[in-house]
């Protein structure tokens, strides 16, 4: 029986394939130089402060709302849910940043479970957070300052520049060219972008892993057949024995021939049976991953154009919100403008008094 084949998703700078990925990923944080503390592992990139160092070497200008999660670093250890605000906060302008800055499509990318990294899940929060750097991880050599970045990398061991390369490969592979979009500025409401887009990756994920189950089940199935033609011919050739026997061996061996033939026909449409049971029951789970593979699929199909109108009308909002600061920066330039010339005037009457 073939063993089951992994997700390309869940393979995401998974720690289950690479086991020193992690130890790889906490290397190259500490070797970031706006790093500042002491990083022993990836527990203490959980809460997003580190992390938020890392984002503001790569572009101070696009990071730069994560800047204040440094001065929170005490209250962010004590609470589970701001850890969880801060870390959809960073990972929103990582997304941004693919989309924005390096025009690339994001729609593939397996969005990590970030409630599990800020409540440090025992069981599940180190893959989680190794996706996250990951993530962070190539979108640094893809940056404005990749020499530094891809220099600094290659100071490194050569097993974490192995890792590494794995990592930003794992990446690579789900994003791809997009149309250019116009940059904004401003905050959209990290909950909402979070949640759909953990949603729409969950489904995805889950339909190309029932995909992989489903082909191993027909794989399964086919090799059931097989099996089952196998002992029908067996059976097939011990009836062609028995009758053989009967017509040329003495009476005596017939009857002996006969028993042994009878036992192993016995034996074989004993098998026949046993294989017809399973190849029903095959049937019947392809036959119901087949239902869950079309649900999965609509719900994809759903999904996508929400999260299409959703980006949109973030984007919309940005645009107006940006408007709007343009417009309050020209009343004050106006007003700043409206006093002078009141001083000025004041000024002349003075003179004149004078």
Not at 53 to 61: G, K, N, R, S
Not at 220 to 228: G, R, T, V
Not at 269 to 293: D, F, G, P
Request: net charge negative.
């Amino acid at each position: 029986m073939p063993a089951p084949r992994k997700s390309a998703f869940s393979s995401l700078a998974s720690t289950g394939d690479h086991a020193r990925l992690p130890d790889a990923l906490v290397e190259w944080v500490k070797a970031q130089p706006g790093v500042q503390g002491d990083v022993r592992g990836l527990d203490d990139l959980k809460d997003g402060v580190v992390l938020g160092q890392v984002l503001l070497d790569i572009d101070p200008e696009h990071f730069r709302l994560v800047a204040s999660s440094a001065s929170n670093a005490k209250a962010l250890s004590e609470n589970w849910v701001l850890r969880f605000n801060n870390l959809k906060r960073e990972y929103k302008l990582v997304v941004r940043y693919f989309e924005d800055v390096l025009h690339s499509s994001t729609a593939a990318l397996l969005t990590p479970n970030l409630q599990l990294v800020a409540k440090n899940d025992p069981a599940d929060s180190d893959d989680e957070v190794c996706k996250l750097v990951g993530l962070v991880l190539a979108l640094s050599v893809q940056s404005g300052l990749k020499e530094q970045h891809i220099t600094r990398i290659q100071s490194l061991d050569e097993w974490v520049q192995r890792e590494l390369m794995y990592s930003i490969e794992q990446v690579m592979s789900k994003v791809r060219p997009a149309d250019i979009r116009e940059e904004v500025e401003g905050d959209d409401e990290d909950d909402e972008f979070y949640e759909l887009r953990h949603e729409k990756s969950r489904v995805m994920h889950d339909k190309e892993a029932l995909q992989f189950v489903y082909e191993d089940l027909v794989e399964q199935f086919n090799a059931l057949k097989d099996e089952h033609e196998e002992a029908l011919g067996k059976l097939a050739e011990s009836e062609d024995k028995v009758a053989e026997s009967t017509v040329q061996a003495d009476q005596g061996k017939t009857e002996r021939a006969v028993q042994t033939y009878k036992g192993e026909i016995d034996r074989v449409r004993s098998e026949l049976q046993k294989t017809e049971n399973q190849l029903a029951e095959a049937e019947q789970v392809i036959e119901r991953q087949t239902t869950l593979l079309e649900e999965l699929g609509r719900k994809v199909d759903d999904l996508a154009p929400r999260a299409e109108e959703a980006t949109r009308l973030k984007d919309q909002m940005d645009e107006y919100r940006h408007a709007s600061e343009k417009a309050k920066k020209q009343e004050n330039v106006i007003e700043k403008y409206r006093k002078k010339l009141e001083e000025a005037g004041e000024t002349r009457r003075m003179l004149k008094v004078r």
